[in-house]
């Protein structure tokens, strides 16, 4: 157990298992305030989760625009509670990965329990990742809408590299987990073409090259939110693992 | 102008050349008190500005070993004023890039306002990203350290491979712009190894390969502390640029 933490289990997990946590707002408490709250709460899955990838205020139109378009086209309930199967699926997005994690012995409890997903850190709507996925699985495709906060700078007025990373490993690493379920991410390439001005929409789309064995390369670019200007390109590869031992009684 | 601001300028600008902000606290307010706020002062710079990269109470015994290890090693001013060189140099660190960015006309004053460095835009000490990075430039080395925060989880319980990115974007930037003034990252190449888990410190160290004209190759290393275990390796190319003319009245 303690060697998988140490080798290549946990090198960049992405799995479409992942369990919402309460709120975003135990990771801004204090440690005390923190354990605090534990105590009192019977779990963190009492309440319902917040999805954040449904729209909120700080949503601009062309976000809305596209989340519309995308929406429109998803998989919908009849009256008589039959799915009607659209091209799209849209994804839930929470902010946490998993709960428990029984090999992660050596995290202190408080890490634990203040962990948040990076992408879903910070809980001012609008001022960090505006995002959500959608995923075609008939043609292969995946589409991110997202929208740039101004807590993402980097250049004067502009998103911040590691921030475009940070997508672009999110799109991919969804693609690849949802053809062939948890993966880690194992090489990233990406090409700074023309800046991303902070507050824009812009669109993540992925594809599937190739796989081979374990492992799977995904193709992906970043562009304007009509497509016409080529923001970032990227390629990545991601290698498939078994880290259902990880979760609480697995 | 405006070409500049969409074409090469802007693709990922590092510089060492950063004014600070007054504070970080106008990012996590509404946009109309930000407004009210920026009326009221007569200048963002008009207290002290803080320099992240000195120790705070949420710095780890290892982080704190390994800063004393490098500012000892730093250019001290002796009693009678001179300076004692060091081998190294401690850069400080604010949570903007620039205050003023006249190309910038796209962006709402708002936006403009509100910005801040993705690697400083959380308020709460020790839960993002804490690093401090050292310049030795007799031996053309940079050296970071950086404490990875519970709010930069990417896989259960380690730091999301995109947070890596943008601390490995942080350091061959830095050091890129230390070599030859303002750069753009055009290309970051990351193989990820092991993960690291939240709360560790690491060292992420940087060497130029070689220099052609405009380009420069980086390479970067991230290991445990003691430089025992490899985390992530990866090379990353900049271009040199010249932003002068887009700080206020340049």
């Not at 923190?34 to 709460?41: E, G, N, Q, S, Y």
Request: net charge positive; with cysteine; glycine share 10%.
């Amino acid at each position: 157990m303690t060697r998988s933490l140490g080798g290549l289990l946990f090198r960049g997990v992405h799995s479409l298992t992942s369990l919402p946590a309460r709120s975003t707002q135990l990771g801004h408490l204090s440690a005390c305030s923190a354990v605090k709250t534990m105590v009192t709460l019977p779990s963190f899955l009492s309440s319902k989760p917040r999805d954040f990838s449904l729209p909120n205020p700080s949503w601009g139109s062309e976000m809305l625009r596209l989340y519309e378009h995308y929406s429109s086209q998803c998989e919908v309930e009849t009256e008589g509670g039959e799915k009607d199967r659209g091209l799209w699926t849209r994804l839930p997005s929470y902010n946490r990965s998993l709960k428990y994690v029984t090999g992660g012995f050596y995290l202190s409890k408080i890490i634990q329990a203040k962990a948040r997903l990076f992408t879903r850190n910070i809980r001012e709507e609008g001022a960090g990742f505006e995002y959500v996925v959608f995923v075609n699985k008939k043609e292969k495709r995946v589409v991110c809408i997202f929208q740039a906060g101004h807590l993402l700078e980097g250049p004067p007025g502009c998103v911040h590299g590691g921030a475009i990373a940070t997508m672009i490993d999110t799109v991919t690493g969804t693609h690849a987990s949802v053809v062939s379920g948890p993966v880690m991410t194992a090489n990233l390439n990406m090409n700074y073409r023309s800046p991303i001005p902070l507050g824009n929409t812009v669109l993540i789309e992925s594809s599937v090259d190739s796989r081979e064995g374990r492992k799977m390369f995904i193709s992906c670019k970043v562009t304007s939110s009509d497509g016409s200007k080529l923001h970032t390109d990227a390629t990545a590869l991601f290698l498939s693992v078994n880290f259902s031992h990880l979760v609480k009684g697995g």
